[in-house]
Antibody, heavy 119, light 106 residues
Framework: QVQLVQSGAEVKKPGASVKVSCKAS????????ISWVRQAPGQGLEWMGW????????NFAQNLQGRVAMTTDTSTNTAYMELTSLRSDDTAVYYC????????????WGQGTLVTVSS | EIVMTQSPATLSVSPGERATLSCRAS??????LAWYQQKPGQAPRLLIYGASTRATGVPARFSGSGSGTEFTLTISSLQSEDSAVYYCKQYNSWRTFGQGTKLEIK
């Protein structure tokens, strides 16, 4: 069955970078896009960006451009999201989610990775 | 960027009654609209896509309607386990979530 398993919680200082992994099983990463979504404590869902493991194409939310990178490793079926120049308001749970092939709904989600930015 | 606005922010409904949640897009998204349910401490769950198609395993009491800029999620005959936050998301122009509607069961 399809599963997305993310890396563990991280604590980072302001200005540092964080890289979160999302290992897919039960399907090939190249078959579907992957989006990353974050959720600050007590807040709503924020779409961060998208990557196609098939083409390597990416698209990022405007407010994160220049600070976010998304990559994939097809040999391990793993997607990565790196966020740089961390600020306190980047503290959030970060999710990866698989996209549908014709409708871009998010049908499978990772369990979430808490990233805490604190001095 | 397309802005998605959900209303109301909070909705309190008795078990067995109907709940109607609204989502409005700042410009047309055609029928490229999905609804998600999120319970505390859990990842969101896909309920509806294509504005009105229920995802696999979603109970028939959940239904979606609308197109263009106005959308509705209806939950008929509410059950206690439907208490959650519900988000709409457009995928016509990249992806944007609404701010969510918290559904409370009285």
């Amino acid at each position: 069955q399809v599963q997305l398993v993310q890396s563990g919680a991280e604590v980072k200082k302001p200005g540092a970078s964080v890289k979160v992994s999302c290992k897919a099983s039960g399907y090939s990463l190249t078959s579907n896009g992957i989006s990353w979504v974050r959720q600050a404590p007590g807040q709503g869902l924020e779409w961060m960006g998208w990557i196609s493991a098939y083409s390597g194409s990416t698209n990022f939310a405007q407010n994160l451009q220049g600070r976010v990178a998304m990559t994939t490793d097809t040999s391990t079926n793993t997607a990565y999201m790196e966020l740089t120049s961390l600020r306190s308001d980047d503290t959030a749970v970060y999710y990866c989610a698989r996209e549908g092939q014709q409708h871009y709904y998010f049908d499978y989600w990772g369990q979430g990775t808490l990233v805490t930015v604190s001095s | 960027e397309i802005v998605m606005t959900q209303s109301p922010a909070t909705l309190s409904v008795s078990p067995g009654e109907r709940a109607t949640l609204s989502c409005r897009a700042s410009q047309s998204v055609s029928s490229k609209l999905a609804w998600y349910q999120q319970k505390p401490g859990q990842a969101p769950r896909l309920l509806i896509y294509g504005a009105s198609t229920r995802a696999t395993g979603v109970p028939a009491r959940f239904s979606g309607s609308g197109s263009g800029t106005e959308f509705t999620l209806t939950i008929s005959s509410l059950q206690s386990e439907d208490s959650a936050v519900y988000y709409c998301k457009q995928y016509n122009s990249w992806r944007t979530f609404g701010q969510g509607t918290k559904l409370e069961i009285k």
